[in-house]
């Protein structure tokens, strides 16, 4: 490459260096690291091997595969992955689309001899690079990837230009892209239209389970739950939050008992028509409403969690409210959500249904399979009694001995409600909620089920209510005359301290250990201060939705539908970002050489020996030399040096020319002025 001008001397067809095979695997290695937490593990453990393979060839300086080899090992390639398709339903799906992707980028580094190949690896890393975000969008991901983006940048302006980094630094030339480069991302981002889903849309493998409660309590179901850590969402409110044993969670209503396990039942999961039919449309004005804002984790399922009696929830289109108040969506949550949402929790002094229950609704919440004839002779004991004191006598029996509260309780046979009732007596919400709704049904007492979460956790530096699936809870709702469906917790009868204070406190260590309840302070407080970053990033950067943008349009005095908004806010900062090339364009462009040694006479007239106008570059050293007795050899060498690079004899030689440079540029930072 020549310095002047910096034509390449070496086109792509080169062959690629040993320094930057090196640099090749570290940057595939990089790019590959982050999707091994979420890419199955056998498609880990090949890349692993591959990686492995090609790093010890490189080590040993050894040849790379032939093509055979490296056929055989794409053909094999694809043969698993059509088998894994095939096993997971007939399609790719998004986790071996991106492990193909990836395998192959492996192989092809594989037979990568030259700069052209390089380069190829290279561009393929970035789209492997945007693939990250299709499983998840944490924080730290989009740091780790913009330093993983000025990598690959970096790899490439070196294989194009071997000899770029004698005339510039590839770091500041990175800083400068990302700061012409982030204004105008940003701008996009706040004024680019907002979409309900993105752009893409990966059909998800077939063996990717769903998360959280699902539609079906079955004995063991929530209590296999309950052993999880992982999050299930957030919430942040706007004032001060009600008290943790009353945030009951609602997620879904189940109506049907086949003497296993409750189901709920589709249609009453329809859209409701012209409203729910108690008062809740009317309560979001309601001085007792309770406004807070829900970052749900995805489930792939379709409903959300609002507070018991949800109001309202903004956020998509295909969101609609049941009958029974619950929140569905029309697609499966494949991905994070944040909504706003409005509640009015439960006041015993107010009336909330006064029309009684329509037929079709009190025999499914009457319907009960044949069996457990004891819990039904137990409850027949009971029907002469107003409805309330039927609810108060079974909370009675589940808060007297023998019945406790475990995570670990002995397998139902038979007649399940029975053998619960009268021989096991242990057993954790899901037993007490459907045996308790059992009991109101055969006491004539309309009851139904209701599975969500109870609680959670304040992280006491964003004020944030963080709820994990540790926090999952099955309850169960009566219907009371004059007032409507009234929410009950046979649980808070057993074991008080689960409602209370939560899981740890109702279980012993044995059955139910959590590292947050044990862990040091300082360490709590490292855990809510990442915790409230993560918060604060998914509500303002990945909860930045159509709603945000046109409350920032209506801020701005802009009408969020109008295109031009977009338009001349991209142009604002594209002309911005022209300036300073327009800036260097005025700018004369000093030679390498000649800005080398313009800098070493400013600092020389920064210490008192300014050069003259006419005075030449030996003579100004020779003046430099007197003043500078101890710099004196420097000052010579780094003068006859400028000369020699500066009007001696080219020989056409780049190498050996770029040699000079790099030894005449040594020479100038042994320069010392004292």
Not at 17 to 30: D, K, P, V
Not at 153 to 171: D, E
Not at 316 to 333: A, C, M, N, V
Not at 630 to 658: I, K, S, T
């Amino acid at each position: 490459m020549s310095l002047a001008t910096g034509t390449p001397v070496f086109g792509p067809t080169r062959a690629l260096t040993h320094r930057e095979h090196g640099w090749l695997i570290a940057q595939l290695a990089i790019v590959l690291a982050p999707l091994l937490r979420a890419l199955p593990l056998v498609t880990c453990a090949v890349f692993g091997v591959l990686l492995l393979l090609r790093t010890l060839l490189w080590v040993r300086r050894a040849p790379l595969p032939g093509k055979w080899v490296l056929g055989l090992t794409g053909l094999a390639t694809l043969l698993v992955t059509l088998a894994l398709a095939l096993r997971t339903g007939g399609n790719i799906g998004r986790d071996l689309s991106v492990a193909l992707l990836g395998a192959f980028l492996v192989l092809k580094l594989m037979e990568s001899h030259t700069v052209r190949n390089g380069i190829l690896v290279t561009q393929l890393c970035c789209f492997l690079l945007l693939s990250q975000v299709l499983f998840d969008q944490p924080p730290w991901l989009a740091a780790t990837m913009l330093a993983t983006a000025a990598l690959l940048l970096r790899n490439w302006l070196l294989l194009l230009h071997p000899q770029a980094r004698l005339r510039v630094s590839p770091v500041r030339v990175l800083i400068r892209l990302v700061a012409m480069g982030l204004p105008c991302a940003a701008v996009l981002f706040l004024l680019f239209p907002r979409l309900d889903h993105p752009l893409w849309s990966l059909p998800r493998s077939a063996e990717t389970g769903t998360s959280g409660i699902s539609d079906r309590m079955a004995p063991g179901s929530i209590g296999q739950l309950i052993l999880s850590d992982e999050l299930a969402f957030r919430a942040d409110f706007s004032g001060t939050p009600p008290p943790l044993d009353t945030l009951y969670w609602r997620g879904m209503v189940l109506w049907r008992f086949d003497g296993q396990a409750w189901t709920a039942v589709s249609i009453r999961q329809r859209p409701a028509r012209g409203g729910v039919p108690d008062s809740a449309d009317s309560a979001g004005a309601a001085p007792d409403a309770v406004n807070y804002n829900i970052t749900l984790e995805a489930t792939h399922q379709r409903w959300l969690f609002a507070l018991d009696r949800g109001v309202s929830i903004d956020a998509r289109d295909d969101i609609g409210r049941s009958i029974d108040t619950e929140f569905i969506s029309k697609q499966p949550l494949d991905q994070r959500m944040r909504y706003h949402a409005r509640s009015r929790l439960p006041d015993r002094n107010r009336v909330d249904d006064a029309q009684p229950l329509d037929p079709f609704t009190q025999q499914l919440a009457l319907a009960l399979p044949p069996g457990n004839p004891q819990a039904r002779a137990l409850a027949a004991q009971w029907a002469g009694l107003p409805p309330a004191e039927r609810v108060s006598a079974a909370l009675r029996l589940f808060g007297r001995a023998p019945f406790a509260y475990t995570l670990q309780p002995e397998p139902l046979q038979g007649q399940q409600i029975d053998d619960f009732l009268f021989r096991t007596h242990r057993g954790f919400c899901e037993h007490y909620a459907g045996s308790f709704v059992f009991l109101m049904r055969a006491a004539g007492v309309p009851a139904r089920v209701v599975v969500g979460y109870l609680g959670g956790e304040v992280n006491a530096m964003s004020g944030d209510i963080i709820v994990r699936q540790s926090d999952a809870h099955a309850w169960a709702e009566v219907w009371l005359a004059g007032r409507g469906w009234v929410r009950v917790d046979p649980t808070a009868a057993v074991a008080p301290q689960r409602v209370e204070r939560g899981l740890a406190a109702a279980v012993p260590a044995s059955e139910f250990r959590s590292r947050r309840v044990e862990e040091p302070t300082w360490l709590r407080s490292v855990r809510w201060g990442l915790d409230g970053l993560i918060s604060g990033w998914n509500r303002w950067v990945l909860g930045y939705d159509r709603t945000r943008q046109a409350q920032l349009f209506a801020w701005l005095g802009l009408d969020a539908a109008d295109p031009r908004a977009v338009l001349w806010g991209v142009s604002a900062i594209f002309l911005l970002a022209a300036l300073p090339l327009l800036w260097q364009q005025r700018k004369p462009r000093l030679d390498p050489v000649q800005a080398q040694w313009q800098r070493l006479c400013d600092r020389l007239a920064r210490h008192g020996c300014a050069r003259g106008p006419a005075e030449g570059p030996i003579a100004y050293a020779e003046r430099a030399a007197a003043q500078f007795p101890a710099a004196a050899p420097a000052l010579r060498q780094a003068a006859a040096g400028y000369v020699a690079l500066r009007y001696g004899r080219d020989d056409g030689d780049a190498r050996a020319r770029a040699q000079r440079f790099t030894e005449w540029r040594t020479a100038l930072a042994r320069v010392r002025l004292r």
